[in-house]
């Protein structure tokens, strides 16, 4: 990322309109408050493509180590190595897509130092990230075993930085060749006859910086060389069938859209020998760089700033989104929102490298907003990766050796899985106004779907500290007779959930009553409810 202009990002996005207002009397505000949406079920749009939910781990202080890997001889049951209560609570959201090893380690990543016997696995220093051993026990073929028992696809980031294009192509073939090659051979000889299937092929990461400061002119060429030459054997991902292996271009991590333009250009002039089919943006809630705000016990003001800070990422991708336009008005190129989370102050006492945090209510919040913004660009974002999936800055789980945490964000990917692969059916509604001191935002936020039976989803939002909010919803035509879902709140917006004390941010259910084609149902001040109508 691109630290220091993500605050002129976040100031430089206008709100939208929003019309509620506060009263001081007690009856008219609950008048005020009352928030009505519209569901417009004649004008369904974009699938909400389940890879939108997507996680990333890389190689980073816990992120592997301790958190997915803890070797087969630990007392912390595992499979294989791979910590089972982990891969449990990964498989109920549904984890649909890790991406791997980085982030900006995969730069610095030589996969032959992570293949083959324990014995002989090569180990290096992490030199992104705080210095520490990296021993190579994780490697490919455990990452493959890793997703293989999550569910989950595989998003691989070849390292373009410091690695070759030879390098790359090796690395692929290893994983996807036929056993009668060398490359197949050698995987099938470490114990992995079968070919193993790459959705996404990131083409380098962040390569304006830490993936080697290049000028995106640069990075152009050097994109084309590895979307040309990186093949894909697995016999159902070859070039042109309905599995392909789908790449991913670098593209920008601030409010400077050059790489995309670069990107783009290039890709209209491509021809029959290379292609892509995304590109990356990056896009951290920071509050600043180097990041001060901290991860628990903050105020109802850092709360505030960081909230409205997220709200840029709709401007973010509109801006990327038009300059992709002008080259691929059909959207063959998709946008990979691959980085993405509240980015805080590392908790005292950890290495400053390993980018420790706790989750709060505030960071289940600020994933609802995202997920909300991500639905609603159906139709452009097709994948995003949450930065990052285990005990790096937001994460789903956080573990400490034996013991396991679910965050707050967990529990929002959790409510959310009904909106994987759903289609996206737009809402209006006026979202009224939060305001803290000089700070002012839309207090609701709405997104619905339909899922593959036909059933609507509701997703609600109530970034207001104080307020509940009392939302109807205009279900005439819809068969709804009923509504029930789950609601995350809590006493505080810096409420988290620790390991004395798990389930202080836990999801409850939630009911709402329909009576004259009208939902009714109250949303508790800072809150996030997902809804299924029911028939
Ligand atoms: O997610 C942490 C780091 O943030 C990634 O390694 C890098 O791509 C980004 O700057």
Not at 87 to 93: D, G, S
Not at 431 to 438: E, I, P, R
Not at 448 to 453: I, L, N, P, S, V
Not at 513 to 521: A, C, F
Request: include cysteine; glycine fraction near 8%.
């Amino acid at each position: 990322m691109r630290f220091a202009t993500l605050a002129l990002l976040a100031t430089a996005i206008s709100l939208p309109a929003f019309t509620a207002t506060t009263t001081p009397a007690a009856a008219q505000a609950r008048a005020s408050d009352a928030v009505e949406v519209r569901i417009d079920a004649t004008k369904p749009g974009a699938t909400i493509s389940r890879d939108i939910f997507g996680q990333f781990a890389e190689h980073l202080g816990t992120g592997i180590y301790g958190g997915v890997w803890v070797g087969k001889d630990s007392k912390i049951p595992n499979v294989r190595g791979i910590r089972t209560d982990v891969v449990n609570a990964l498989r109920a959201i549904r984890a649909p897509l890790v991406r791997w090893p980085g982030g900006c380690f995969a730069d610095e990543y030589h996969w032959r130092d992570g293949v083959g016997p324990a014995k002989n696995r090569r180990s290096s220093i992490n030199s992104n990230w705080g210095g520490s051993v990296e021993t190579s026990a994780f490697g490919t073929d455990e990452f493959m075993d890793f997703v293989g028992q999550v569910g989950a696809e595989v998003y691989l980031n070849v390292n373009v930085g410091s690695g070759t294009v030879k390098e790359a192509a090796d690395w692929v073939a290893y994983m996807t060749a036929d056993p009668t090659t060398s490359a197949g051979k050698e995987r099938a000889d470490n114990g992995h006859r079968e070919p193993y299937k790459i959705k996404y092929l990131g083409l380098g990461n962040e390569s304006w910086s830490c993936g080697g400061a290049m000028r995106p002119e640069f990075y152009a060429d050097q994109m084309k060389l590895y979307a040309r030459f990186v093949r894909n054997y697995h016999p159902e991902q070859g070039e042109g069938k309905p599995d392909a292996m789908l790449r991913v271009a670098v593209g920008p991590g601030d409010d400077n859209t050059a790489y995309t333009d670069e990107v783009m250009k290039t890709w209209k002039q491509h021809d029959w020998a290379w292609s892509i089919e995304s590109l990356s943006l990056h896009r951290y809630t920071t509050g600043g760089w180097p990041p001060s705000y901290p991860s628990d016990a903050f105020d109802e003001g850092a709360y505030a700033r960081l909230v409205k800070e997220t709200l840029g990422m709709d401007g973010f991708i509109k801006a990327n989104a038009a300059v992709m336009d002008k080259y691929d008005p059909e959207k063959k190129v998709s946008l990979a929102v691959d980085e993405w989370g509240v980015w805080l102050k590392p908790l005292p006492g950890t290495n400053p490298g390993f980018l420790q945090q706790q989750n709060s209510l505030r960071d289940a919040i600020i994933a609802a907003l995202n997920i909300n913004i991500f639905a609603r660009h159906a139709d452009r974002v097709k994948l995003t990766n949450i930065a990052q999936m285990i005990n790096v800055l937001q994460a789903m789980i956080l573990t400490d050796e034996e013991k396991m945490v679910l965050t707050p964000t967990y529990h929002v990917f959790k409510m959310y899985v009904p909106f994987q692969d759903a289609t996206f059916i737009p809402v209006s509604f006026q979202a009224g106004t939060f305001q803290h001191g000089d700070i002012t935002m839309p207090r609701i936020d709405a997104v619905a779907a339909k899922d593959k039976q036909g059933k609507y989803w509701l997703a609600l939002t109530n970034v207001d500290t104080q307020r509940a909010a009392p939302v109807t919803v205009n279900v005439a035509g819809l068969n709804v007779r009923s509504a029930r879902g789950e609601v995350l709140t809590a006493p505080k917006v810096d409420s988290i959930n620790s390991f004395a004390a798990p389930n202080t941010v836990s999801p409850k259910p939630i009911t709402g009553s329909v009576r004259g084609g009208k939902l009714t149902i109250d949303m508790p001040a800072k809150s996030v409810a997902v809804i299924a109508l029911e028939p």
